[in-house]
């Protein structure tokens, strides 16, 4: 089993910035990759930014230029810079795992950007 807690959402202005937290716990060990994914109110769940199975990023076209993906290894904790949100950027955001045993996922986190 993997655990995955979200953290770092809220209520922003356009413009401004957040950052998400997801930190891994149980058996990190089998976690292959991991990522941010989003869904809005009535839309998809879609990918936001990953991290590939050789340690690079990818990024929506969305949010390519705005949003950064990290990860502090010795934490076990992935991290999503949020920068010049956008109202449309409103959405609960997901984090993923992708292991060994299957895919897991985060509770989730609501992000709202006012215009």
């Known amino acids: 089993q993997v655990q995955l807690v979200e953290s770092g959402g809220g209520l922003v202005q356009a413009g401004g910035s957040l950052r998400l937290s997801c930190a891994a716990s149980g058996r990190s060990s089998s976690i292959r990759t991991t990522g941010w994914y989003r869904q809005a109110p009535g839309k998809q769940r879609d990918l936001v930014a990953a991290f590939t199975s050789g340690g690079s990023t990818n990024y929506a076209d969305s949010v390519k230029g705005r949003f950064t993906l990290s990860r502090d290894n010795v934490r076990n904790t992935m991290y999503l810079q949020m920068n010049s949100l956008k109202p449309e950027d409103t959405a609960v955001y997901y984090c993923?795992?992708?292991?060994?045993?299957?895919?897991?996922w985060g509770q989730g986190t609501q992000v709202t950007v006012s215009s």
């Open positions: 993923h795992a992708l292991t060994s045993m299957g895919n897991y």
